[in-house]
């Protein structure tokens, strides 16, 4: 009978230092996986500020490249040319 007892005894203290191994090792993780939420949400909030400045930075090309005097007179031609063909319809 006291062998049982002491077994029991045992099983109780293995199973209870499993329990908070297994609580450490979880909150371990969890801690990780927070710091990877952060990082993840700071890469993409500076994608989104690159992606924002390239749009600014496009769209300044883009209008410098339409006030070049060879390409406004095509553009010119050819929105006459449209406006022309969408008044005949």
Known sequence: M???????IVFY???SLAIIIFSVLA???????????KNIRKI??????ASEDV???LESL???????PILSFFFNK??????HKSSNK
């Open 44 to 49: 993409s909030e500076n994608l989104e500020n």
């Open 2 to 8: 006291g062998v049982l007892i002491v077994v029991q």
């Open 62 to 68: 883009i209008g410098k490249i339409l006030t070049l």
């Open 13 to 15: 203290l293995v199973f």
């Open 27 to 37: 909150l371990v993780l969890l801690y990780n996986f927070i710091r990877i939420e």
């Open 78 to 83: 050819m929105s006459a040319k449209g406006r």
């Open 55 to 57: 749009k600014e930075n």
